[in-house]
């Protein structure tokens, strides 16, 4: 037998006799009572079974000299629960992460979980649809006001959902301008205008700043994308199609061509 069994067994005959057995018999009483639950939430700390503690343990997360292991297992537990739903506590890892049934977020606020703005993202509930025009050509804008026609966009918008909101767009691949001097923008009133053709009444979707589209004397420009702002949802309500204008176009000079125009409707779902 090694030492430390030897001890162990003396270590018992120990027990025995303390507890007032001598008859040479092994009273295992005490082992059995060092391995008994300890009182909930006991503060002791002299035998293993005081470290691990008993089911009835109040969960912890404080780091103290008097908490048990089952204590300190139950907090962790609790910090890893799914929070109600869009609750703004921001105190565990499972705050911030948040629960599926979270309110879909596109505000950055402080308030609000992970779920929250992925499902924003995902869809502002869910989707985006573009519907652009037929490319026209050209789009001539002279010396003198006039509204000038843009291509049409016709919507077929998605069936069961609601439209959350609706933004203009036009895209033109070059400007060309034929005035000789240098040519931009000339008034503060200008603006690409939607409406349906019913017709509704037109609105204005983007603005068109004075000075701006500034062309060399007789250059050539590239084009871009220029896209508006406001919401537009009020006239874009649903499919059909939508008729495009520049309302008071002029410019300084005769005149600024847009070459490979086309216009396009951006419609948010909820």
Same mark, same amino acid.
């Given at each position: 037998m090694t030492e430390r069994g030897s001890q162990l067994i003396r270590d018992i005959g120990g027990l025995s006799s303390r507890s007032g057995n001598v008859s040479g018999e092994v =009273?295992?009483?005490?082992?059995e009572n060092l391995h008994a639950i300890p009182d909930v939430d006991s503060i002791a700390n002299a035998f293993i079974? $005081? @470290?691990?503690?008993?089911?009835? &343990?109040?969960?912890?997360?404080?780091? @103290? &000299?008097? =908490?048990?292991l089952v204590s300190y297992i139950?907090?962790?537990?609790?910090?890893?629960?799914?929070?109600?739903? $869009?609750?703004t506590d921001n105190i565990v890892i499972s705050d911030v992460l948040g629960g599926k049934a979270d309110t879909a977020s596109t505000s950055v606020v402080d308030t609000d979980s992970v779920v929250s703005y992925l499902k924003g993202l995902l869809g502002l509930d869910g989707s985006r649809e573009v519907f652009p025009s037929t490319m026209a050509a050209t789009v001539v804008v002279s010396a003198t006001e006039a509204d000038v026609s843009m291509p049409d966009v016709i919507v077929v918008a998605a069936s069961g959902k609601t439209i959350k909101r @609706?933004?203009?767009?036009w895209s033109w691949r070059k400007q060309v301008d034929s005035s000789g001097t240098v040519n931009q923008v000339l008034g503060t009133d200008q603006a690409i205008q939607v409406r349906d053709d019913s017709p509704s009444a037109w609105v204005s979707a983007i603005t068109i700043p004075d000075n701006s589209l500034s062309t060399g004397a007789s250059a050539t420009e590239g084009g871009q994308l220029m896209l508006g702002v406001g919401d537009i949802k009020a006239t874009v309500d649903g499919s059909d199609t939508y008729n495009f204008q520049w309302v008071n176009a002029d410019m300084d000079g005769a005149s600024l061509t847009f070459h490979d125009v086309t216009t396009y409707l951006l419609v948010e779902y909820n």
């Open positions: =009273d295992l009483s005490a082992l079974r $005081d @470290v691990l503690g008993g089911k009835a &343990d109040t969960a912890s997360t404080t780091l @103290v &000299d008097t =908490d048990s139950k907090g962790l537990l609790n910090q890893h629960l799914i929070p109600s739903a $869009d609750s @609706v933004r203009a767009a």
